[in-house]
């Protein structure tokens, strides 16, 4: 059952890579270079001979965003979670997240500002003759400071997150490298007090093409081309299209 709905999200979900939502105003472009590192591991280590504690996962990821043609730090997050197994190919989640930003995510008349979120996630992945297939179902509750363009610091955004990822081996080429294609779709749950800053519906489209390359048994690198787009139609400011180069370090333990 998990495989036929993983799929058909999948066929679903990737498609957007080729339908970028179309924008009736203006859209300001930026080239990015986006850096991560996310480490996972389970507490089988506090007691090896308990093997019900390998189903306890831990998850620590850090990122830093640097944007107006690479030029300056623009974002970053830090976001340390804990999850639960409850099969090997289903895991929960639920951790923070702090993301200080500045431009060009602030507009140049604002100033940066924190975020913090509280977030909650379902993984999902498996392995096919075409290749390996994961499906990540987050949900954020998203709190800003005072310095965040919305007229209100108890204002909570509430927001979904699908991502589907596919891993295609290319072993003809070295047996650890894999082509990597990816998308990751973002629907605001509500408007927060101030409706041109964060409004209720599509809030924007992650779509990710490149390669991977297992380093060590433990740790694999992705890198390549991600598109953002950024839909600000409620917000007198015009759409955002992020051109990022994005180098992704995966550890697990």
Do not use: C
């Amino acid at each position: 059952m998990f495989k036929r709905v993983g799929i058909f999200v999948a066929l679903v979900t990737l498609s957007l890579i080729f339908n970028q939502p179309a924008t009736a105003g203006r859209t300001v472009e930026d080239f990015q270079v986006w850096g991560n590192i996310t480490a996972l591991g389970n507490f089988g280590f506090v007691n090896p001979g308990n093997p019900d504690l390998k189903k306890f996962r831990w998850w620590m990821e850090g990122q830093g965003r640097f944007g107006n043609d690479s030029s300056q730090f623009t974002q970053a997050i830090i976001r340390p979670g804990l999850g639960y197994a409850i099969t090997d190919k289903i895991i929960i989640w639920a951790g923070y997240a702090w993301i200080p930003s500045d431009e060009p995510l602030v507009p140049k008349s604002g100033l940066p500002f924190d975020e913090h979120r509280i977030w909650q996630q379902v993984t999902w992945a498996d392995e096919f003759s075409f290749g390996k297939l994961s499906l990540r179902s987050r949900f954020e509750q998203r709190f800003f400071d005072h310095n965040a363009p919305v007229s209100g610091s108890d204002d909570v955004a509430y927001r979904f997150r699908q991502l589907v990822k596919l891993a295609i081996p290319v072993a003809m080429i070295d047996p650890n490298l894999t082509f990597i294609i990816q998308n990751e779709l973002f629907i605001g749950l509500n408007t927060v007090s101030n409706p041109g800053f964060i409004s209720r519906g599509f809030d924007q489209n992650r779509a990710f093409v490149g390669l991977g390359y297992k380093v060590h048994q433990n740790a694999t690198v992705e890198l390549g081309y991600m598109n953002q787009f950024i839909d600000r139609r409620h917000n007198p400011r015009p759409d955002q299209m992020m051109h990022n180069f994005a180098v992704n370090l995966f550890l697990n333990f």
